[in-house]
C-alpha cells in the first residue's frame, strides 16, 4: 500500500486549501481513510476520517471547518479546509486501515503517506 499526499502550502489565516491522497494497492471502497496532523512537540492528532460507507467523522478542533471527502474510481481521498487558523499548522498525514471501528486511534493504521506541510499564518 503506497499512499501519496499533496496540496499542503502557506495560506493566510482565513483561507482555504484541498489535501490529496492517492492510494495505491488498496481500494478505497473497502478502506477506513483518515487524515491526522501533527505540529511540532505535539502528538499526532486525528484530524478526519471516512469510512467505506461514506460516512465521516471530525475531531472537535476542525468540526465545521474542514471536510474530508473520496473518489473511490481514482482511489483519492480529499480534506478540504476552509477558515483556516494559525493552529491548524501541522504536517497532514493520510493514513488508511480496513476496518470502520477505532479510527481515531492513529496506532490502528498500518498504512500511512509521508505528509505534507500545511502552515497558516496570522
Known amino acids: 500500500v503506497q499512499l501519496v499526499e499533496s496540496g499542503g502550502g502557506l495560506v493566510q489565516a482565513g483561507g482555504s486549501l484541498r489535501l490529496s491522497c492517492t492510494a495505491a494497492g488498496v481500494a478505497l471502497n473497502n478502506v477506513t481513510m483518515a487524515w491526522f496532523r501533527q505540529a511540532p512537540g505535539k502528538e499526532r492528532e486525528f484530524t478526519a476520517a471516512?469510512?467505506?460507507?461514506?460516512?465521516?467523522f471530525y475531531g472537535d478542533s476542525v468540526k465545521d471547518r474542514f471536510s474530508i471527502s473520496k473518489n473511490n474510481a481514482r482511489s483519492t481521498v480529499f480534506l478540504q479546509m476552509n477558515t483556516l487558523k494559525p493552529e491548524d499548522t501541522a504536517v497532514y498525514y493520510c493514513a488508511t486501515k480496513y476496518g470502520p471501528y477505532s479510527y481515531v486511534e492513529a496506532a490502528h493504521y498500518p498504512h500511512w503517506g509521508q505528509g505534507t506541510q500545511v502552515t497558516v499564518s496570522s
Open positions: 471516512i469510512w467505506s460507507s461514506g460516512f465521516q
